[in-house]
Structure formats: C-alpha cells, structure tokens
C-alpha cells in the first residue's frame, strides 16, 4: 500500500512559478505510476499529466511547455514544476498513484493525496 501527500500549493500571480511535491510511503515506490489530477470548484477532477514508473511523462495539450512532472525514488517524491501560470490553472491540485499500467482515468489510480490548492491572480 501507497500513501501520497501533496506540499507546496500557494496563492502566485499570474506568470509565475510553482513546485509541488508528492511525497510517497510504503515499498515498491519505484513501481508505480503517478498521476497529478486537478479540480477547480463547480468542474469535474481533471488529468494534468503523469509520470510512469520507469520514467516516461505524459502531459495534457493545455499545460505542455508549461508544467513538468519528475520523480526522485530515492526520496520517493514526485515533483510538478509548473510556470508561467496562467488563472485558468487555478485548482485542488491531487497527486495518485497506480500500480497498473500509467492511465489518464481517475477510476485507475487507488492511492491518492489530499490535494494541494494553487491559487493564481490575475
């Protein structure tokens, strides 16, 4: 078993920079997939991107070139740097991990956080 927690939400203006952390305990870190997911109030839980257990990323179209997603098993955190802000991406960021294949469905991770808000001014 998994347990995710999410650090470094914050309120920037718009065009600046944020770092959130995913910090993972249990075994088996390195085996996992990790999803960052994002909800802003009134909208449905949204994929943001993923990182997969052997390294390869996946981002949605609305944040690529702008946000990117690292891990660091030794410390077993997974990382989403994200610039250039824009309002639009304001939301409770969630970080999730799966043991299956690296999926953009919500239903697919078990293990999430309990999410992170970023707040971005305009």
């Known amino acids: 078993q998994v347990q995710v927690v999410e650090s470094g939400g914050g309120l920037v203006q718009a065009g600046g920079s944020l770092r959130l952390s995913c910090a993972a305990s249990?075994?088996?870190?390195?085996?996992?997939?990790l999803g960052w997911f994002r909800q802003a109030p009134g909208k449905e839980r949204e994929f943001v991107g993923l990182?997969?257990?052997?390294?390869?990323?996946y981002s949605v179209d609305s944040v690529k070139g702008r946000f990117t997603i690292s891990r660091d098993n030794a410390k077993n955190t997974v990382y989403l740097q994200m610039n250039s802000l824009k309002p639009e991406d304001t939301a409770v960021y969630y970080c999730?991990?799966?043991?299956?294949?690296?999926?953009?469905?919500?239903?697919?991770?078990?293990?999430w956080g309990q999410g992170t808000q970023v707040t971005v001014s305009s």
């Open positions: 999730a991990a799966t043991s299956r294949s690296p999926s953009s469905r919500v239903d697919d991770y078990d293990y």
């Open positions: 249990g075994r088996m870190f390195s085996m996992y997939s």
């Open positions: 990182i997969s257990w052997s390294g390869g990323t």
